[in-house]
């Protein structure tokens, strides 16, 4: 059997594929720069388990109080090598990335402080956080005060108004790296680098936090290397590796680290309590395969865009541009191309592929939201995945795979399904 005989029997058509070959002739040398990207960070992550001492113990369970678990205090000493930083939390009790998120805050915010975000309106499951939209414990409830700076139009940052909303209550700085459910651009470290520079070049003690949602391993530094002193994701996303099956990583300053122990266990406890329950052997591994795992996720992305645009898509980023994070935005025009989009993905799944995804409520999000993930751990968004709210411009966010061959195929399947429903027409390969 060739190629395009696998394809075919994977439900893509001979003109589909002939167009996607064509797209990826012109992305070997990006694509080479990807892989020599996953090298250096391998090298990171393989220094830092040898440098913790990793051995066979570390992969032992523990119960109860947890007390004296190896393999979970060096997991973290690993985690605060890799991101260069004094300490790290990276517990299976950290449910997702908003838990982590709001332990880091919560723990970081007192009573009569005040929260900035100067990149506009942060992810939608933290404004309830927040309080932006009113919730029972919400950071609002306990007296804690949001101020935002938007961005400017061009997606750069709005330094005047930054400077003029840093004031004596100003005690945290929140940064998101990746856009989210936005369309707008996502940032470099070197960026976040900048505006953490000018933010502490105002207000000196100000604690800066960046949400890494999306970020890990698509950059040679973390934004904990360019004066973060809190830098936060899920282990269900990139650093995870597609093998841990829950958790939140939280690495930093040890003083900042410190509080979101005592936040997340209690005062006086902190990080000396905590089981492990026997997963560790997943965190350990999919840390040490999050590398090639993003590169293959990253490599899908830009073949989405490249696929995409040629056809008259507006994608964010674009085809031809740097990538800072592994999502890519399509913006398919209607819920028609979302739920098409969205169709092909799913069909294309080692799991549940015999589903077809339907817009639903989500708790934390305001719109409906439709969500295509056939994946081995339930709402993992490093496996192949796409999703998006159901409101202009009708985006759909596109992320993960755990291998660049499936990427591929996932995207060439919701090609096939938009071609098939008549909303988008290849054209034909000379
Ligand atoms: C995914 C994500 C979150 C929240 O993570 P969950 O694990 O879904 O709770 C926060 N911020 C950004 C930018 C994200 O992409």
Not at 291 to 311: Q, S, W
Not at 386 to 402: C, E, H, K, S
Request: aromatic share 8%; charged share 20%; hydrophobic share 40%.
């Amino acid at each position: 059997m060739n190629l395009l005989q696998t394809y075919e029997a994977n439900g893509v058509s001979c003109p589909v594929y002939e167009y996607g070959e064509s797209v990826l002739d012109a992305l070997r040398d990006r694509f080479d720069a990807i892989d020599r990207m996953a090298e250096l960070n391998q090298g990171k992550v393989i220094r830092a388990m040898q440098d913790a001492r990793v051995d066979a113990a570390c992969f032992a369970a523990t119960t109860g109080y947890g007390y004296d678990d190896v393999g979970r205090d060096r997991l973290e000493e690993v985690y605060a090598s890799v991101f260069g930083t004094e300490a790290a939390l990276v517990r299976p009790q950290i449910t997702c990335g908003t838990h982590a998120l709001t332990v880091a805050l919560s723990a970081n915010l007192l009573p009569g402080d005040e929260l900035l975000s100067p990149v506009g309106l942060p992810y939608d499951t933290l404004q309830e956080v927040i309080g932006i939209r009113p919730s029972p414990c919400s950071l609002a409830e306990y007296g804690v005060r949001y101020r935002q700076v938007d961005l400017l139009p061009d997606g750069g940052f709005d330094y005047p108004a930054i400077r003029a909303a840093i004031h004596e209550k100003t005690k945290l700085i929140t940064i998101q790296r990746s856009k989210g459910y936005a369309t707008r651009p996502s940032f470099s470290v070197a960026q976040i680098g900048e505006l953490i520079s000018f933010c502490k070049g105002v207000k000196p003690d100000v604690l800066v936090m960046v949400d890494n949602c999306y970020g890990e391993f698509v950059e040679e530094l973390e934004p904990s290397q360019v004066g973060a002193d809190l830098c936060i994701g899920s282990l269900i996303k990139n650093p995870g590796g597609g093998l841990a099956p829950i958790g939140g990583y939280i690495v930093g300053t040890k003083a900042c680290v410190e509080r979101c122990a005592y936040r997340l266990s209690a005062p006086g406890l902190g990080q000396e309590v905590g089981a492990n329950l026997g997963i560790l052997p997943s965190f350990y591994q999919g840390l040490f395969l999050a590398p090639t795992v993003v590169a293959g996720a990253l490599k899908g992305a830009i073949f989405a865009a490249c696929l995409y645009e040629r056809l008259g898509f507006r994608v964010v980023p674009g085809g031809a541009e740097e990538r800072h994070d592994i999502i890519q935005a399509v913006e398919l025009g209607s819920e028609a191309g979302m739920r098409a989009f969205c169709k092909g993905i799913q069909a294309a799944a080692p799991v549940d592929s015999y589903v077809e995804p339907i817009p639903w409520a989500m708790p934390g999000y305001d719109d409906e939201v439709i969500m295509a993930a056939g994946a081995f751990v339930q709402g993992s968004s490093i496996e192949l995945s796409a999703d998006g709210p159901i409101r202009p411009p009708y985006a759909v966010y596109f992320q993960g795979g755990l291998t660049w061959y499936h990427a591929k195929l996932g995207i060439l399947r919701s090609l096939q399904s938009m071609v098939d429903a008549g909303l988008t027409e290849v054209p034909t390969v000379v």
